[in-house]
Structures are given as C-alpha cells and as structure tokens.
C-alpha cells in the first residue's frame, strides 16, 4: 500500500475543523507538517496525485502514517504548526516560519 492508498483510507474519518496534520515514512520520521482550515478537505488534495507536483507526490507516495491534531480555530492550527516545523524539522516543509 502507497501512501495515497493510505490517506484514502483516513479520509472518512477525518473531522471537518481546524488542525495540525504530520506525515510521517515507514520509519516513524515526520516528512511534512501542514495546518488546515478543514482537514479533511485538505488531506483529500493529497489523492489525486495528477494534480500534484513532483516534490509533493514523492512526500505522499512516501507517507505510511499520518497524525492529527484537531484545534479551536485556524490561528491556533497556524501557531502549532509553526512550533512543529521548528522543533521537528521535517524534511519536506521547505519554508520554516517564525
């Protein structure tokens, strides 16, 4: 099973709300963390790997984990994920905010 398989079958349980999400490889390593507005509207973009570019389709192929964090609102998601990408590092967050 690839990672798009994979996230396809997170889909149906993914809440609608605000959060933080973490792919992580087989290894338990986290290769990208990203917020969203709703969750599972965004982890859905991550099936359809037509629409995908390169980077971001290899990351998905690559994902066999996926941790989420449900938040109150979009600001708090934005601040989470920002202190994820500071002390996780991941390889695939190509842009480390402050």
């Known amino acids: 099973m690839d990672g798009i398989d994979y996230l396809g079958g ?16 087989e290894r338990g390593e986290v290769l ?8 599972k509207a965004r982890l859905t973009s991550y099936t359809q790997p037509e629409r995908m570019v390169a980077r971001i389709r290899k990351m998905v192929f690559e994902t066999r984990e996926l941790v ?17 990408i500071k002390s996780l590092k991941p390889r695939y967050n190509i842009i480390f905010r402050d």
Not at 33 to 38: H, M, R, Y
Not at 68 to 84: H, I, K
């Open 32 to 39: 990208y963390v990203g917020k969203a507005k709703n969750l």
């Open 10 to 25: 997170k889909l149906p349980g993914l809440p609608g709300c605000a959060g933080v999400y973490r792919m992580l490889n």
């Open 68 to 84: 989420v964090v449900e938040t109150r609102t979009e600001v708090e998601a934005l601040l989470l994920e920002a202190n994820l």
